[in-house]
């Protein structure tokens, strides 16, 4: 029986790639698909979110608007990296379809209390939507099986510093706040943060990208195309977000490190800051958090690689 997941994302490159390992992985089945500002505005992310799935032949997925800008910070995008339409410039076919009229906190909670206690949540972007249906919905965070976030640098290996600034990564940066309530919401929760995904043995080279241009399906020429232009400007496409997605795929590619997550929230240059203080909980009725402190990188890489290039 296969899991039910849901992926909160702001696509995004690597939120794209992610998007295309879900459609491969027969582990799960994406039933929902919602959209926050992050690497770019909601509309944007939206309309990319829209067209990956329509391009890989997934149009019947929902896709559900959530927030178009953070709780309380102001929006700041990341295009700089992601090219000027968030989605390496592709110009993919627009898709055939509206995105869902009901929002994306409404369709989260909904896809949580169908199943309760079953489903899981992948969020690879700035935590807004996911902040805002805890908040609506007080029961919602131990109606998940799981809550995986992409974000964070912990210290927790060499790589785990920040990327937007030098001591927080992007996701958390852009709404700490969300982040905090996020964190402290007694939801079980999985993180991989930049402790893992930068490291470069997970990302892909020109060398999985030769393989990627071989390919001769629309996974493979979308995946080819995203990652050529991330190789092409920065020598290697990160996949951040696949890899959130391989803790749902395969728990034994990570090694996790437990305790209770801080962020800083304050507007300094401290914000986003994530703490993870390990050990004892001092109330056991609240799962402990679980950040990733190691990866097998080939061994992730080869999985998606092989599920991308899947006839
Ligand atoms: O810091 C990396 C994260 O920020 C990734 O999820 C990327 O897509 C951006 O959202
Ligand atoms: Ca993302």
Known sequence: MS???????????????????????????????????????????????????????AGHVPVAPGAPSPLSKPFHGALEYHGSDALAD????????????????????????????ERVVVATGPLTNIAIAFQRYPEMPTLLRELVIMGG??????????????????????????????????ARIAVVGLDVSNDPSTALDSTNLAKLRAGVTPFSRLAADLTGYAVA???????????ALAVVLDRSLFGFAEGRVTVHTAGDEQQGRTILLAGA???????????????????????????????
């Open 3 to 57: 899991l039910s997941v849901a992926l909160d994302i702001d696509p995004g490159i690597d939120d794209a790639l992610a998007v295309a390992l879900a459609l491969r992985s027969s582990e799960i089945r994406l039933e929902l698909v919602t959209t926050v500002a992050g690497n770019g505005p909601l509309e944007m992310t939206t309309r990319n979110a829209l067209r990956v799935l329509h391009y890989l032949g």
């Open 90 to 117: 592709l110009d993919l076919p627009e898709a055939q379809k509206e995105p869902d009229p009901r929002p994306a906190h409404q369709l989260l909670f909904e896809f949580a209390s169908a199943a309760p206690g």
């Open 153 to 186: 640098a912990f210290g927790l290996t060499g790589y785990g510093t920040g990327n937007h600034t030098p001591v927080a990564e992007f996701n958390i940066w852009q709404d700490p706040e969300a982040a905090a309530i996020v964190f402290g919401s007694g």
């Open 233 to 243: 400007r920065h020598s290697v496409c990160a996949l951040h977000d696949p890899l």
């Open 281 to 311: 909980q001092e109330d056991s009725a609240i799962p402990l958090t679980a950040v990733a402190a190691a990866v097998e990188g080939a061994r992730f890489k080869k999985l998606f690689l092989s599920r991308i290039l899947e006839d």
